[in-house]
């Protein structure tokens, strides 16, 4: 698998983690993105709810609204921003009206759907709204939402912090190499 390709299966297996919608779903896209782990779906999907879901208060809301504007606080100029540029994207909000649009599974998705689009289209203009995307606002709070998980270990629950791991790790990568495709590496192979 050439590296553009470890890039999507990382944006897509995190992106359907945070969309999941039954524990079924959450424990296929985690064990796409870590594979060999002993841990089991219903562990999964209970450390899942308790740090990002409830019923109690999340320990750490996957909302960028929570961390750029007014402390647990969602629906704010945050979400409205994310909208107005989800709507210059293109892209619709299949859960609108039930989900924020600053839910980090669906900047996952966006970001993914961007990235997909330029590498598998070959539609390279895309890459200046992708990197926008991904300076300008993912990159003001993704850091900000993965610290509030860590700093709370006190559920000590290694799949959460995989999660977390690998999603520091996807955006780390993509702000390494500036969001660029790497076109050189996908043509060769």
Not at 49 to 68: E, K, M, R, T, V
Request: aromatic share 14%; glycine share 2%; hydrophobic share 40%.
């Amino acid at each position: 698998m050439n590296e553009n390709a470890r890039r999507l299966k990382s944006a897509k297996d995190l992106r359907d983690i945070f969309l999941s919608t039954n524990s079924k779903e959450l424990f296929e896209a985690f064990s796409s993105l870590i594979e060999d782990t002993d841990i089991s779906e219903i562990e999964l999907e209970t450390d899942f709810n308790y740090y990002f879901i409830g019923p109690d208060a999340p320990i750490a809301p996957p909302y960028a609204s929570i961390y750029l504007d007014e402390e647990d606080a969602l629906m704010t100029k945050t979400t409205m921003q994310i909208r107005d540029l989800y709507e210059i994207m293109g892209f619709k909000n299949s859960l609108k009206d039930k989900v924020p649009e600053d839910f980090v599974g669906l900047e996952l998705d966006a970001y993914y759907q961007l990235l997909f689009i330029e590498i598998e289209k070959d539609i390279p203009y895309l890459k200046e709204l992708r990197t926008y995307f991904l300076f300008e606002h993912v990159n003001t709070w993704i850091f900000k939402f993965t610290q509030r998980v860590l700093e709370h270990k006190e559920k000590n629950s290694k799949a959460v912090i995989l999660i977390i791991e690998k999603l520091e790790e996807f955006f780390n990568n993509e702000l390494k190499i500036k969001g660029e495709v790497l076109w050189v590496i996908q043509k060769r192979k």
